[in-house]
């Protein structure tokens, strides 16, 4: 297999003729202006998939941008777009990395970049909510609550320069009490694909007083529908703010061997789900602790994936362990360094288990990444990944649902390194974990230059997809490539779920205009699209 970058050529959308297409961008310079629209070149750069794993680094090209700076906009885009049925794929910040980007599903589709929409509405702070525009990052909420002196936290993703709508729709999560973005969210604006603009639940009372405040509303609960599907454009979301605590204690403990991975998720779940531990710990394998610390060649430079003696010897010059826990603990300082103590009781039987552990005040800022995503600012850190094999780094994620329960873990875990060494590819994860669940995360590192790698690496995710299905796991989220491949196994009863799914897509936009293809969700217009790979 050749490593040579094929030269970029437009892709348009199947079926979709030149003057066709011509037509449309026409008309969309005429909604938001010609500089608000690319065309090709260098301003379509960022908007193909820099992870794309796959020996082509075009795969899933976009034949256009646009970045409206409204919601009136929005609506005359998808005029035009139900009038010339070209299809648009929506991105917030387009930052959904090793997932595919701001790519579209289908190729050829025009991605409608909401970055401009980037104004902080409101925030309360006695009722601890913000609400937002689509373009607004974790940083920006978290800077502009310190301009105001607000005494909030927002929860920031690994990488803090993502939008809280993208993240939320796409189910991130983060480390402090907040992690679950999904379960914080209340409150939505929606663009249908017909152009009807709703507010969901209490946001549909005029002059409504409750909008980030009780999701339900009265009547049925949409805010859900449109995580991780494409039946509609948000344009305004409320989410809950974690009011800042007092002080907090943020801890790590370094576990020696691999196998103690069991009793330490069946350790967690028990104070998770007493209360002790109210935040996303997270379990921390060794390659991905060291990888924050130092570069692999240190220890290892040769092909395949590192051997165990240069595990154990990175372990012992860097000083972590098989497993790092990394909790959090947050309220008064008489109940934080209570629980700091149960903690360490609740782990102390374990051979060989190391304790470390700070408390901070309010407005303490911890330093290194990890430390500061769980006291609520947002940092880039997470990125020192790229670096781990050298070269031009980049990774596609393997996210599978895990009970929380040490023989789960255990067992994915046994899976997915073999399957990985297999591949020439190191085990670099780890699980965050929720109370009775965790979310297991596993990286395939590569260098971009080196495509033959790229396209291993999207082969063995195929091939853990396929080892996941089989005992039984799913995964709760996927690459641009794999999303049919994740939807279908998602098959109980013939796949009446996605039947659902395509059933509502076909009632809400039935010229197929929305992000055809995301998460395996096809509009009858472009169900022949199924099945890239
Ligand atoms: P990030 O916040 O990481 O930059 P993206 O903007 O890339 O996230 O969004 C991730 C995914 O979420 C997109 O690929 C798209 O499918 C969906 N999405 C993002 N923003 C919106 C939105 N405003 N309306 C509907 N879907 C969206």
């Keep these: 297999m050749s490593d040579a970058v094929p030269p970029v050529v437009r892709t348009l959308p199947p079926g979709i003729d030149e003057a066709r297409f011509a037509r449309a961008l026409a008309a969309f310079e005429g909604i ?12 379509l750069e960022p908007y193909f998939d820099p992870f794309v794993p796959l020996a082509d680094p075009h795969a899933f090209a976009p034949s256009a941008a646009i970045l409206p700076a409204n919601v009136e906009e929005i609506r005359a885009i998808l005029r035009v777009a139900n009038e010339t049925r070209v299809p648009i794929w929506t991105v917030s910040t387009g930052r959904n990395f090793a997932y595919g980007g701001a790519a579209p599903r289908l190729a050829g589709s025009i991605v409608l970049d909401l970055q401009r929409m980037n104004r902080i509405l409101e925030v309360d702070e006695r009722l601890a909510w913000a609400r937002v525009e689509p373009g607004v990052s974790y940083f920006d909420l978290h800077a502009h609550l310190r301009e105001q002196r607000l005494r909030l936290w927002v929860d920031p993703p690994a990488a803090g320069w993502g939008s809280i709508v993208g993240n939320t729709l796409e189910r991130g999560f983060g480390t402090t009490a907040y992690g679950d973005h999904a379960a914080a969210q209340c409150g939505m604006e929606v663009v249908l694909a017909n152009g009807d603009v709703v507010r969901t639940g209490m946001g549909a009372i005029e002059n409504g007083t409750a909008w980030q405040l009780y999701k339900p509303g009265y009547g049925p609960s949409f805010d859900a529908l449109f ?28 576990f020696a061997r691999e196998d103690d991975l069991a009793v330490i998720v069946d350790t967690l779940r028990a104070l998770q789900l007493d209360g002790t531990i109210r935040q ?3 379990i921390e394998g060794a390659i991905r602790r060291a990888a924050s610390l130092a570069p692999r060649s240190r220890w290892y430079e040769g092909e395949g994936a590192m051997p165990e003696a240069a595990v154990a010897a990175m372990q012992r010059d860097l000083g972590v362990g098989r497993w790092n826990l990394h909790y959090a603990l947050y309220g008064a300082p008489e109940v934080i360094d209570a629980q700091r103590r149960i903690v360490e009781r609740a782990f102390a039987g374990v051979p060989d288990a190391r304790f470390a552990a700070r408390r901070y005040a309010e407005g303490e800022e911890p330093q290194g990444g990890a430390d500061r995503n769980l006291a609520g600012i947002p940092a880039m850190t997470a990125f020192r990944m790229l670096d781990w094999r050298g070269g031009n780094g980049a990774h596609v ?27 020439g590819f190191d085990y670099y994860g780890g699980f965050t974990a ?12 590569f260098a971009r230059e080196r495509r033959a790698d790229a396209e291993r690496a999207g082969d063995l995710l195929r091939a853990l997809m396929s080892d996941a299905g089989a005992a039984g796991y799913g995964v709760y989220r ?34 197929g205009v929305l992000a055809p293809g995301k998460q395996g969700i096809w509009p009858s217009a472009w169900r022949a699209e199924r099945g890239y790979t």
């Design 227 to 254: 995580a991780q599907s494409n039946y509609g454009i948000v344009t305004k979301m409320g989410l809950w703010l974690m009011p800042a605590p007092q002080a907090f204690v943020i801890g790590e403990i370094h």
């Design 397 to 423: 994620d393997f996210s599978p649902l895990c009970p929380a329960d040490g023989r789960d873990a255990l067992r994915q875990y046994a899976l997915v390194k073999a399957r990985a060494a297999e591949y």
């Design 32 to 43: 938001v202006g010609a500089p608000n629209v690319c065309r090709g070149g260098a301003s």
């Design 434 to 445: 929720a109370g009775r669940h965790l979310h297991h995360v596993f990286a395939a590192i």
């Design 280 to 282: 996303h710990a997270v």
């Design 478 to 511: 996927s690459h641009l490539i794999y999303m049919d491949y994740a939807a279908a196994q998602y098959g109980y009863n013939d796949g009446a779920l996605l039947r659902l799914a395509q059933t509502v897509k076909d009632a809400l936009d039935p010229q």
